[in-house]
């Protein structure tokens, strides 16, 4: 053995033993009368003591030597351990393992001397108790670091983790060796080679078991190191916190272990510092003073569940979504239809922190995303649980294995790739008529899942891959990577199975799109999908962020007035817009289906018929034929006003925006309303009624006698005023917005508004506020002001209700009071 | 490797180019192995092939000299070449035998190699029919080039 190997061995030896030493310290602590404990902390310092002195570490072994001293002293019984002599060892501990540290990256012991450890150490073994008061106290706890020990921990025997991953792959290639044999044997009728095949079987996958088994470790391993922490952190924010562990003895796979370590730590540090309350306040809210922080782990569903629960304050969600508001990472309109469990699951975004003081601890606005991230990379979950003044629970789920994954085998241009289940969401397959229900906006295509768009990449497009032959089926694999979905359309999906993933080589690195390859059951090399790679590659994830961020910016500078707009291009109108809220959905049909019934041109659609409209004959009379008709497939914008359904023919679709519309231009074109600069463009907002009366003027019969309003919509929630605007819109009103009563009077200034529309909650002084303001105007005092009705209650009892809000200003029948409108509750 | 002793090598056919290199660096050879593509992946990475539970990378010697593609019938054997970072096909048209050759008959790479084989070649051995050039494996294996040969934009 040569001195390198001994240092080795020390070392691994040393830190083995002050992990435990740690916990048993603390122990010490709740129980000073154990002397099996005192016993066992003694010894372990006193073989550090015993090893360095042959070694050669002088300064480890004079700090180990008094250590010991001191506890000699309290085995014996001449002194009683107190919190004080605690924090003495504790501190002992800690230089040991600095020097150590040391020692192991330089192999010298370290520059510092530790004289005022020392002499402390020595004080506390000379004098008693009481006389220690006028020692300095010890240097202020600083929470325990999460130092990167040497890999080490508690087992029986040491094994070179590369063999144990040796005896893994040979044991892959037994299994398929044993899948071929049976195979074979199949095909032979021969009972004595069937039965010993069968025992082959069987004693493959017991290997196979079992050597998983020598790579998994308990994950008392990492929470060995949390007492310490709990102790240290609860003492820096002066709370008492008890930390209770239960089901230690789980196991999980040794990279797992390695990747949860800084997780959790993190997790329970977030817990003593945000999560227990002080003491004063849970003495106010009737709690015991002693915060509990438990940690819980357990086997559920093939999967490790990991949870951090505290007794503490709980997640205040209103203050969660005010603070998430405050740093721009949602709009607010998210926070209004956000519930309450994905609310509190933002405390996972980068860059949040509700703490209301930055401490040392924690608070910096790093670190739960962190967290999320880790456990992600892993292919595991995190979510939040909890309630107000009760607690919180945080939950990881956490696979077993990296090595061995459940995997969806789905095949594309003729090969054979694997989905990790632990991204897969659902699986969506569209036969008949339903295959091409996958639309694009502006070039991407989409699917609308339960009334979401969901975007979609085609496997065989992003790998450039040969198509299989068009049929009827589609199958679409629904992914999550990071916090967000989208489809993976691909040729066929096979089955799922346990898969054991192989690194690519090094000649491979640069493919972000593969996590890596696996060994198929008949012998062959299938590759791994790495399904962040894949989205980010598509486009289909980048476009989406790049998008969210944008809108938040743009909502931010603009403050409020964005409207969701669909562009498209019809014959010579480059670009036309149309509320987002109007549109029903975007179809395509093949020319084939195009029927002329009644003079105009029509489609079956959804067991009726859907007429259709061509742009340029209403905008254009006598222009020549609509060039949208010769398109194949036909484009179509669906738009319904709930009671009728048009389709407007369209050249192509341009794009989606959420905009504040900046300038608005009158104008007197029969089915314009005007235009305005749209992303930097100039773009002609179609005039929807006008084209509806155009084509098919019975519809709007009933409201002949109605007049075009000028509508001032005074309503704090943009998403509201969103919906709203629509309505009105689709009515024939122009409409102004106002978020507030002092910009609802700025706009009212030279423009003839016919009525106002206010909210009920407008800020500052609600509905009340704005009409007194207003009646002060003389100018301005003779407007009706009808207050809109709560937002309470259905989207579509909403919806009815300003409908009849909208057609009463269009008869100036405005006397109908607010609270008789049906939906107010 | 350059050591004034005498070294065996392992030698090579690729279209009609003799090849040697250095036995030691020799994992195995191997038949033609059924392999799996790698959509995107650089032109010169033929495929995956499993060797007894390993991946490895096969890439076609082929491309990787600029020369025509194999003819289709022709199968191509493997040679596998160790790493540090595991194990690496190349995929070459015939194998020969190993060869011990003295230092003496050692010159540098001619001029007249094409450019692609003139990085790759650390010299040439003048044996009595024909001349044998010795892989440096090493750069055969350079994956930054190999990545950045890749046409931008290409899928």
Same mark, same amino acid.
């Given at each position: 053995?040569?001195?390198?190997?001994?240092?080795?061995?020390?070392?691994?030896?040393?830190?083995?033993?002050?992990?435990?030493?740690?916990?048993?310290?603390?122990?010490?602590?709740?129980?000073?009368?154990?002397?099996?404990?005192?016993?066992?902390v003694f010894r372990t310092i006193h073989t550090i003591?015993?090893?360095?002195?042959?070694?050669?570490?002088?300064?480890?072994?004079?700090?180990?030597?008094?250590?010991?001293?001191?506890?000699?002293?309290?085995?014996?019984?001449?002194?009683?351990l107190s919190p004080r002599l605690v924090a003495v060892i504790l501190e002992c501990v800690d230089a040991i393992r600095k020097i150590l540290g040391h020692l192991e990256a330089t192999q010298k012991e370290g520059p510092d001397e530790y004289a005022a450890l020392l002499d402390r150490l020595r004080a506390a073994v000379e004098y008693p108790e009481d006389a220690l008061e006028f020692l300095p106290p010890p240097a202020e706890?600083?929470?325990?670091?999460?130092?990167?020990?040497?890999?080490?921990?508690?087992?029986?025997?040491?094994?070179?983790v590369g063999l144990l991953d040796k005896l893994m792959n040979l044991v892959g290639e037994l299994v398929l060796a044993r899948n071929q044999v049976l195979q074979f044997t199949t095909q032979k009728e021969d009972g004595a080679l069937a039965a010993t095949a069968q025992r082959l079987n069987l004693i493959t996958s017991e290997l196979q078991e079992n050597v998983m088994k020598t790579r998994m470790q308990p994950i008392g391993v990492v929470w060995n190191k949390l007492p310490r922490l709990v102790r240290d952190t609860a003492n820096a924010c002066g709370k008492l916190v008890r930390l209770d562990m239960d089901g230690a003895g789980t196991e999980l796979d040794k990279t797992i272990i390695e990747a949860i370590k800084d997780p959790l730590t993190h997790l329970v540090r977030n817990c003593c510092d945000h999560g227990i309350e002080g003491q004063e306040e849970r003495a106010r809210a009737g709690k015991p003073p002693n915060g509990v922080i438990s940690l819980k782990a357990y086997h559920e569903g093939g999967q490790v569940n990991i949870e951090v629960a505290d007794d503490g304050a709980?997640?205040?969600?209103?203050?969660?979504?005010?603070?998430?508001?405050?740093?721009?990472?949602?709009?607010?309109?998210?926070?209004?239809?956000?519930?309450?469990?994905?609310?509190?699951?933002?405390?996972?975004?980068?860059?949040?922190?509700?703490?209301?003081?930055?401490?040392?601890?924690?608070?910096?606005?790093?670190?739960?995303?962190?967290?999320?991230?880790?456990?992600?990379?892993?292919?595991?979950?995190?979510?939040?649980?909890?309630?107000?003044?009760?607690?919180?629970?945080?939950?990881?789920?956490?696979?077993?294995?990296?090595?061995i994954?459940?995997?969806?085998?789905?095949?594309?241009?003729?090969?054979?790739f694997l989905i990790p289940q632990a991204s897969l969401l659902e699986l969506i397959r569209l036969d008949g008529d339903c295959a091409g229900r996958i639309e694009r906006v502006h070039g991407t295509p989409v699917y609308r899942r339960r009334g979401h768009l969901l975007p979609v990449a085609f496997l065989n497009q992003v790998l450039g891959l040969e198509r299989a032959a068009q049929d009827d089926v589609v199958n679409i694999v629904v992914l999550q990577a990071e916090d967000r979905q989208f489809g993976l359309v691909v040729d066929g999906i096979k089955d799922t199975q346990e898969i054991v993933v192989k690194p690519l080589g090094k000649q491979l690195k640069g493919l972000t799109v593969y996590s890596g390859a696996t060994i198929m059951g008949d012998g062959r090399v299938a590759l791994i999908l790495d399904v962040l790679g894949i989205g980010e590659r598509?486009?289909?994830?980048?476009?989406?962020?790049?998008?969210?961020?944008?809108?938040?910016?743009?909502?931010?500078?603009?403050g409020s007035d964005n409207q969701r707009m669909l562009l498209f291009r019809a014959g010579s109108f480059s670009r036309l817009a149309v509320p987002l809220s109007l549109v029903a959905r975007l179809e395509e049909f093949p020319q084939t289906q195009v029927e002329r019934a009644g003079g105009r041109h029509v489609v079956q659609y959804r067991d009726g018929i859907l007429t259709l409209v061509s742009l340029a004959s209403v905008l254009e009379p006598g222009s020549p034929a609509d060039t949208a008709l010769t398109n194949d497939p036909v484009q179509v914008i669906v738009v319904a006003d709930g009671q009728h359904s048009l389709g407007i023919l369209v050249d192509q679709i341009l794009d989606i925006v959420d905009e504040a519309v900046a300038v608005r231009q009158s104008t007197n074109r029969l089915g314009l309303l005007g235009s305005a600069v749209v992303s930097k463009e100039v773009t002609d907002f179609l005039d929807l009624r006008a084209v509806m009366e155009a084509v098919a003027p019975e519809w709007l019969g009933h409201q002949a006698a109605n007049r075009a309003a000028i509508v001032l919509l005074a309503e704090g929630s943009t998403f509201l005023r969103g919906l709203i605007r629509g309505e009105l819109e689709m009515a024939g009103h122009r409409v102004l917005e106002a978020c507030d009563a002092t910009e609802a009077i700025n706009r009212m200034e030279g423009v003839p508004v016919t009525a106002v529309l206010a909210g009920s909650n407008l800020p500052p002084d609600g509905y009340g506020g704005l009409q007194n303001a207003l009646k002060q105007r003389p100018n301005l005092a003779q407007i009706p002001v009808v207050e809109l009705p709560a937002s309470a209650g259905s989207r579509e009892s909403m919806l009815a209700s300003i409908a009849q809000l909208a057609s009463a200003v269009a008869t100036r029948d405005l006397a109908v009071p607010a609270g008789s409108v049906e939906g107010k509750e | 490797?350059?050591?004034?002793?005498?070294?065996?090598?392992?030698?090579?056919?690729?279209?009609?180019?003799?090849? *040697?290199?250095?036995? /030691? $660096?020799? @994992?195995? !050879?191997?038949?033609?192995?059924?392999?799996? &593509?790698?959509? +995107?992946? %650089? =032109?010169?990475?033929? *495929?995956?092939?499993? /060797? $007894?539970? @390993?991946? !490895?990378?096969?890439?076609?010697?082929?491309? &990787?000299?600029? +020369?025509? %593609? =194999?003819?289709?019938?022709?199968?191509?054997?493997?040679?596998?070449?160790?790493?540090?970072?595991?194990?690496?096909?190349?995929?070459?048209d015939e194998i020969g035998d190993v060869l011990q050759l003295e230092p003496a008959d050692f010159?540098?790479?001619?001029?007249?190699?094409?450019?692609?084989?003139?990085?790759?070649?650390?010299?040439?051995?003048?044996?009595?029919?024909?001349?044998?050039?010795?892989?440096?494996?090493?750069?055969?294996?350079?994956?930054?080039?190999?990545?950045?040969?890749?046409?931008?934009?290409?899928?």
């Open positions: 053995m040569s001195e390198q190997d001994v240092l080795r061995e020390f070392l691994l030896e040393s830190n083995e033993n002050l992990n435990r030493l740690d916990s048993e310290i603390l122990e010490l602590e709740q129980r000073p009368a154990d002397k099996e404990l005192l016993a066992s003591k015993g090893t360095c002195g042959f070694l050669g570490f002088p300064l480890l072994e004079r700090i180990a030597h008094h250590a010991e001293n001191l506890l000699s002293l309290l085995r014996s019984g001449e002194k009683r706890a600083v929470p325990a670091e999460i130092e990167k020990t040497s890999a080490v921990s508690e087992s029986a025997i040491r094994v070179d709980g997640v205040d969600v209103a203050r969660v979504k005010l603070k998430a508001l405050e740093k721009g990472l949602i709009r607010p309109e998210q926070a209004e239809r956000m519930s309450e469990h994905e609310a509190r699951n933002l405390i996972f975004l980068p860059g949040f922190s509700t703490a209301r003081t930055v401490t040392n601890v924690s608070g910096r606005g790093v670190g739960l995303d962190v967290v999320r991230c880790n456990v992600e990379r892993i292919g595991g979950t995190v979510d939040v649980f909890s309630t107000q003044g009760k607690g919180t629970v945080i939950r990881l789920k956490i696979p077993l294995t990296l090595a994954i459940p995997g969806l085998v789905a095949v594309s241009g003729g090969e054979r598509s486009g289909v994830l980048t476009n989406r962020g790049a998008q969210d961020r944008t809108a938040t910016q743009t909502l931010a500078a603009a | 490797m350059s050591t004034v002793q005498t070294t065996q090598y392992a030698t090579f056919v690729v279209e009609d180019l003799f090849f *040697g290199i250095d036995v /030691l $660096r020799v @994992q195995e !050879v191997l038949r033609y192995q059924e392999m799996t &593509r790698i959509p +995107l992946a %650089p =032109r010169v990475a033929e *495929g995956l092939i499993n /060797l $007894r539970g @390993q991946i !490895v990378a096969a890439l076609d010697m082929r491309r &990787r000299l600029g +020369l025509p %593609p =194999r003819n289709v019938e022709r199968l191509p054997m493997n040679l596998v070449v160790r790493t540090e970072e595991g194990p690496v096909s190349l995929l070459v010159e540098p790479a001619p001029d007249n190699l094409t450019p692609s084989a003139r990085e790759l070649v650390r010299g040439v051995y003048k044996l009595k029919d024909r001349l044998l050039l010795v892989l440096d494996p090493d750069r055969t294996l350079e994956v930054n080039e190999l990545l950045e040969a890749r046409p931008a934009g290409s899928n």
